[in-house]
């Protein structure tokens, strides 16, 4: 409070607003928290986007599988042959670049953030073994689930 001598009165001064200290603890407050957020969110968002490449393989492996079954010889399961659809090397997707089989191994690669991702499902057996399949990753396992990339 101040006062005026003078006349008598008085004049109160309430501040309003923010000190320049108490903004920049603010800022780094949410400095901090985007740190850490902004990755773990980019890391979910490719983890959903594997989701996808994992769900477009599936046609091409029952296919694979058949024509294991109906050739006994997974060398001639390759895209466009004994039953097999055609590769797929211009997806419409946002997240799958590209699908292709040749002699019972089915690759598949991802674009945009999943970029250099991709992995491998190699078909092996006959009709009297059964069919096993394996997997092998490209880029960051850790994006797939757990245990898929044959680890």
Known sequence: MR???????????IRKGFTLIELMIVVAIIAILATIAIPSY????????????LQAVAPYRSEVELCVYTTNDVKK???????IQANLT???????????VNGGTITVEGKGSLEGIG?????????????AWTTACQGDKSLFPTGFCGD
């Open 42 to 53: 980019q890391n979910h968002t490719k983890k959903a986007a594997i989701s996808e490449l």
């Open 90 to 100: 211009e997806s419409k997707s946002r997240y799958l670049s590209s699908i292709t």
């Open 3 to 13: 006062s005026d001598l003078h006349s008598g009165t008085y004049q109160v001064h």
């Open 119 to 131: 992995y491998t499902l190699t078909v092996q057996g006959d009709l009297s073994k059964g069919i």
């Open 77 to 83: 399961c390759t895209a466009g042959q004994n039953g």
